[in-house]
Structure formats: C-alpha cells, structure tokens
C-alpha cells in the first residue's frame, strides 16, 4: 500500500472514478475494464474479506486508518482528496467517504453453483441495480444458496446493486445463465423445480408451495414492470402468486423477493432477527 493525495482531479491516477453519475456508461465501462467498484469503509472490508483484489482506492483522509491495516498486505496506490475533490472526480458528493476499484473476480460455471445447491434464486432482466442490490441482500439474510442473473439482467457489481446489499453480493454465490433454451434444461438437469413468481389463472399459492418445497428449487423473478417473458413462463414447472389484499395484485420485485424467501425459509431463534 502507498498513499498518495490528489493534485489533480483529472489525472489518470483516478480515472476509474471519473464520472459515477453516468450508469449507462459506467455499467459497460467497468465490465470492460474488469473491474468493479465498492463504497464505503464497510462494503470494502467485505470485498477484501471475500478475497478480491484492490487495484486502486480512493478516500478521505479520516477513512484512512480504519481500512490501513486491511490494506496493508496489497501493494495498491491509496489516493487521499477531500470531500470537493472526491466530488469533482466522481460528479456526485461521497458521503461515505471511499471507493475502491476491485478485479472482477472470473464468474463460475452455472453447473458449478447448482450442483450442491438446493434453493436458487433466477433473476430475468431486471434492470434496477438497487432491486438487484436488494434482493442479494434478502438471498443472503434469508437462506437461498445462490443467484443466477440472465444474460439481459444488471450487473450485481455496479456500485449502486453493491452498495444497496451492503456487500452481500461478495457472499452469496452467483453467476449468469445462458438464455432459457439452455438454462431450463440446465436447471432441470440438477434436478430443480421451476417456479416463476407472477399472476396467471393457474398460479398456485405462494402458501400452497411453502408446505411442501421441492428439495431442489429454482425461484424466477422477472422485469420490473413487464414482469417473466413468455420463454421464462413456458420453461417453469409452476407458476406461484403470493396472496394479497385490498385489490393490490403485486409487490416491488426485491419487496416480493423478500416475501417468498421468507416463507421459504425455516429461521431458527438463535440466528438473530433484523430490521
């Protein structure tokens, strides 16, 4: 680790921060370049944590001596700035004070997360990186063993889906599926039942299905708005409502996420509860 502060806002030190406000670019940017970006003191010792490699970091000042000794073992460019250089660099203000550039880490085998899975979570284009963030975080408190994202699907590591997690997309194992004419088969393969959440004459009850899950489960959640594709409904064994009130027919999708990974889920007292 060598720290250096900044002079120049524009230099390419800290290019990688260059421009955060712009999703469109950013998200086919950082792909590109193969890296992702944390922030906050907090997601970046959970990065570190999961074992992923810092390129490059970029903090205040006051930051500095709670992140030093977990950096201390990588031989990585520290930048100081304060708060208008910081957001001179990145167009937004920090208000949690740190980014740091991280390697992608190389995206396992689909085949490999399903073989000792028994419950996944299938998200189909979904283009909300706060619902993607979201939703990591309702997988990882509630119990499912991994995500799988379509093709189409946001990216889990763009800063806004791994901040909205709190840096549980670091945790829970995931990794992109091929599109429904090879994933279905894939999924039945490893002996998983398909069950696409949304409204159809012959849905079956969310509390009809937590009686008796499968033993292998794969739950689909689809586009914000538009819902599953016709593809995602013909590839599902079952289709699973949750019962609702007062003529309200659906939920945000990371609110109905949350809901049926709760109902899925046998939590135990002593695992604590949360708010």
Not at 171 to 187: F, G, I, K, N, S
Request: aromatic share 6%.
């Amino acid at each position: 680790m060598h720290v250096e502060r900044v002079r120049d806002a524009a230099s390419d030190a800290v290019a990688d921060y260059a421009d955060l406000t712009d999703v469109a670019l950013r998200s086919a940017r950082e792909p590109e370049r193969g890296i992702y970006l944390a922030e906050s003191a907090k997601v970046i010792a959970r990065a570190l944590a999961a074992g992923h490699r810092p390129r490059s970091v970029l903090l205040e000042e006051k930051w500095l001596p709670g992140l030093e000794p977990l950096l201390a073992a990588y031989d990585v460019p520290v930048h100081l700035a304060d708060a208008a250089q910081l957001e001179a660099i990145t167009g937004y203000r920090v208000h949690r004070g740190a980014l740091a550039a991280f390697e992608r880490p190389e995206l396992p085998d689909p085949a490999e997360l399903l073989r000792d899975a028994r419950r996944v979570v299938v998200l189909e284009d979904i283009v909300d990186h706060t619902n993607v963030g979201a939703i990591f975080r309702s997988v990882a408190g509630l119990g499912a063993d991994a995500v799988l994202v379509s093709p189409r699907c946001a990216d889990p590591l763009y800063r806004r889906s791994v901040r909205v997690s709190m840096g549980t997309v670091f945790q829970v194992p995931w990794t992109r599926l091929p599109d429904w004419d090879e994933a279905a088969p894939l999924l039945h393969e490893h002996g998983f039942e398909i069950a696409a959440l949304a409204l159809a004459d012959d849905a079956v009850s969310l509390r009809t299905l937590a009686k008796a899950p499968p033993e292998r489960l794969a739950l689909v959640f689809g586009a914000e708005g538009d819902g599953l594709s016709r593809r995602a409904l013909s590839a599902a064994d079952r289709i699973v409502t949750i019962p609702m009130l007062h003529e309200v027919d659906s939920l945000n999708v990371a609110a109905a996420a949350a809901v049926v990974l709760y109902a899925l889920t046998d939590l135990q007292p002593e695992h604590g509860s949360g708010g």
